[in-house]
């Protein structure tokens, strides 16, 4: 495992994204990077016939959205604070938005801080069916092992995450469809806050990580017009989640479809830190093979064993894993993958996943239902590099 790993192995020293001040906030929508003390506020607005301001049209919201729908809005101001009185209508507000593109944040994400990890894939990774069972066992049986709390930062992600991902899957049982290009169909990330109580040597605190997902089609990270709002979020995040097809490995080799979109993701970023040959993004990557429940695996490979649920991450499994992983790419002639990691990131973790636990049958999932195996491993990883989950 090429990581400093649960057992605190040596690293070398890399350069990459540097540590984000504990008074600087990254908005979850627009990635813009500013302090504590800059947070703006929207006015409550006018109630009835009582005292307020009328709407204005937001013209930094409106750029975001990419239009004026829904953009006409009491005004942003500037305060300090939880709460801050407009300047012209002197009501008091709570809601804070961001300074740059005026979107709402959630109070929890402005009041904890918090991590921002990205999840990004090939193509045919499986990337909308991984989000949506990664939801729904982190608010369920995974939620209830690790005492976490996952909670929507906004009401466009609820109602995305109920239309497009929990009711064609769980409720109907149908295959989610293939994500279109962002190019013909914008949307914005499904953002949530996950939340967890830790105990320190001076008591317990509160943990959060920002979880910011793009439903990235593989195109989308060849195209100019939206590469550059996939470059910005995974600039800004502190952790990635990189999704690969096996299928796509034991077919293509050295030459498959995941190299090539990881080598898309990473040269840019690279460009972006302005990092020489020798240096390394300190971004800690976990790299994921989807639909490993298609895969003829031998009955003493790692994969094999479900993972024991013991509110913490096992460096024995982690390191079993990993190691199976790695001896998979080899067999398959895809051991570039590896090297790939090892050459440009100082962190990185290999994983296998399932998030159906099955093989479909056409467009709808197995008689079993939705059987989620180890879906939530690269995050539990991530949670223990941050010092929110023990070893």
């Known amino acids: 495992m090429r990581t400093e790993g649960v057992r605190g192995a040596h690293r070398r020293p890399a350069k990459g994204r540097p540590p984000r001040a504990k008074d600087a906030v990254t908005c979850p929508y627009c990635f813009a990077l500013f302090g504590r003390d800059r947070i703006a506020y929207r006015c409550l607005g006018r109630a009835g016939r009582g005292v307020g301001c009328d709407p204005v049209l937001d013209m930094e919201l409106a750029a975001y959205q990419g239009g004026q729908a829904g953009a006409m809005l009491p005004p942003v101001f500037t305060g300090r604070g939880a709460r801050a009185s407009c300047p012209d209508c002197g009501r008091e507000s709570g809601r804070r938005v961001c300074p740059e593109c005026h979107h709402e944040l959630a109070p929890a994400y402005c009041d904890t801080p918090g991590r921002i990890v990205a999840l990004v894939g090939a193509k045919n990774a499986g990337k909308s069916t991984y989000i949506a069972v990664l939801l729904h066992e982190l608010r369920n049986r995974v939620g209830t092992e690790l005492g976490t709390s996952l909670v929507a930062c906004d009401d466009r992600t609820i109602d995305r995450y109920k239309r497009d991902f929990a009711r064609p899957l769980f409720d109907q049982q149908r295959l989610l469809p293939t994500t ?153 002639g895809a051991g570039d993958l590896d090297r790939y990691l090892e050459q440009h990131y100082a962190e990185y973790g290999l994983f296998g996943v399932s998030a159906l636990g099955g093989a479909p049958r056409g467009d709808e999932v197995a008689p079993g239902g939705v059987r989620p195996y180890r879906v939530e491993d690269p995050l539990l990883w991530l949670l223990h590099r941050f010092g929110m989950l023990d070893g």
């Open 180 to 332: 279109p290009s962002a190019v013909t169909a914008p949307r914005e990330p499904l953002v949530y806050l996950l939340t967890r109580r830790v105990k320190g040597r001076f008591g317990s605190r509160t943990e959060a990580l920002t979880l910011v997902l793009f439903d990235t089609a593989g195109e989308d990270l060849r195209s100019r017009d939206v590469r550059d709002l996939h470059l910005r979020y995974l600039e800004a995040a502190d952790a990635i989640v990189f999704l690969a097809d096996p299928l796509e490995l034991v077919a293509g080799g050295a030459e498959s479809e995941p190299l090539d979109v990881l080598a898309r993701v990473t040269e840019p970023l690279r460009q972006r830190h302005g990092l020489d040959v020798k240096d390394r993004l300190r971004t800690p990557i976990a790299v994921a093979l989807t639909k490993i429940d298609e895969l003829e695996l031998p009955a003493s490979s790692a994969l094999q064993r479900s993972r024991v649920r013991s509110g913490s991450l096992d460096a024995d499994d982690r390191e079993a894993v990993d190691a199976h992983v790695r001896a998979l790419l080899d067999t398959w």
